[in-house]
């Protein structure tokens, strides 16, 4: 991998230019023969979650993900517990999952695939032995949108050992013959976290029973996004509209949010501005923005310039709006530093922007106020992104 070029260069891991105590590409570098020498061909230990791949799609491996070490085994494979943890124990943790690998079929209704569901619907981590064909491989992995990769070997034997305890919510949810988007809101509703949701309709348990399949996690990620934003966007345009412009921050990971609310009835536009040095951006030489916007009426395309993160971000205004029983037009400013060196998944576009609404607003009576507070705060100047912007341009009595 090749890590951001002038601020890795000059900080050679000691000067903490990137402002993590520890140097995260350092701590992947040390991490990885550790973990190599402790792999073994036989496993026996806590299954956290499932993984389902999306290669050689419809025939895709799908397996467990195991925890080697089991003393952080309740937040090791928990992306809702990491916010404001050290970059370098998020990839620690993620270097101590063991995937393991078979392939089937997504419409395949395998023993096996009822085992791994059993072990997606588990209220905690269940003990299972595996056999691999193999010493299992450390090549750590990165996505735009699923978590960072550790450990991985194709499986010749499995087997549960512990005892998949599913609460009876879960078990009477899922055993009901409701459809995907249903069930998930239903399962949601209930209190189950939208990280689990993900594992579990990758493992092919929604659906009708007719209907039910794989889906490879990466999909997964936002169809989970999606679909509970969709709901719950619709019980939103029913609330009454804010009266005023609040402005919400929030930073980790060197991601810089600013959400901007503004009066009006539901809009979304989401802008990712990216500084050259950054993970995905290490060839630029001037700060790159995409946008993508959301009408009220919904948007007929998936949104190719930014991928998951938009889904991501839609998600936590759609249940911060909720959680106020209001509405507005929404304006998310992400600003992508030097500092975001190695990629996490959208997991940190959730949780920023859960974490912005969660705090107390700057509040402003006219939105050149607001862009002004935002202004201040941002690395590329405001008009950069006023140029771009659908919502922005938009010129209504009260704004200005």
């Not at 299972?128 to 194709?154: Q, Y």
């Not at 399949?213 to 939103?236: C, F, G, Q």
């Amino acid at each position: 991998m090749t890590s951001p070029a002038r601020l890795c260069i000059v900080c050679k891991g000691s000067r903490n230019l990137c402002g993590w105590r520890t140097c995260p590409l350092y701590s992947k570098i040390r991490l990885a023969p550790q973990i190599q020498s402790s792999l073994k061909k036989e496993f026996f230990g806590p299954s956290t979650s499932v993984f389902v791949g999306h290669n050689f799609y419809p025939d895709v491996y799908v397996g467990p993900m195991a925890a080697l070490d089991s003393s952080n085994v309740d937040i090791i494979d928990s992306p809702q517990k990491w916010f404001g943890m050290p970059y370098g124990d998020i990839l620690q943790f993620r270097s101590l999952l063991l995937r393991s690998q078979y392939r089937e079929n997504v419409f395949s209704r395998s023993k096996f695939i009822e085992q791994n569901q059993e072990l997606a619907l588990a209220a905690k981590p269940t003990d299972v032995e595996i056999l691999f064909k193999n010493v299992p491989k450390m090549s750590f992995e990165f996505s735009d949108i699923t978590h960072p990769m550790g450990p991985s070997g194709s499986m010749e034997k499995f087997k549960v050992i512990g005892n998949p305890k599913v609460s009876q919510k879960v078990d009477k949810i899922v055993s009901d013959e409701m459809k995907t988007v249903e069930a998930s809101y239903a399962l949601y509703n209930s209190g189950v976290d939208v990280y689990k949701l993900i594992t579990i309709l990758s493992s092919g348990i929604f659906g009708l029973r007719d209907r039910r399949k794989l889906v490879p996690t990466r999909w997964s990620i936002t169809a989970t996004h999606s679909m509970l934003a969709n709901i719950l966007i619709e019980k939103i345009k029913q609330h009454p509209s804010i009266n005023e412009y609040r402005v919400y921050s929030s930073e980790y990971l060197d991601n810089h949010y600013e959400v901007l609310l503004m009066p009006g009835n539901w809009e979304y536009e989401n802008f990712e501005c990216w500084s050259p040095g950054a993970y995905w951006a290490q060839s630029l030489k001037a700060p790159e923005i995409t946008e993508e916007y959301e009408p009220y009426d919904g948007r007929t395309k998936y949104a190719s310039e930014q991928g998951g993160g938009f889904y991501a971000n839609r998600l936590g205004l759609a249940e911060g709006l909720e959680h106020m029983k209001r509405q507005a037009r929404c304006v998310i400013f992400r600003e992508i530093h030097q500092g975001y060196t190695i990629p996490v998944g959208v997991w940190q576009c959730l949780e920023n922007t859960r974490n912005a609404l969660n705090q107390a607003p700057s509040k402003f009576a006219t939105l050149k106020e607001a862009l002004a507070h935002i202004g201040s705060r941002l690395r590329t100047p405001v008009g950069e992104y006023v140029k771009k912007s659908i919502i922005l341009k938009q010129r209504r009595l009260g704004d200005f």
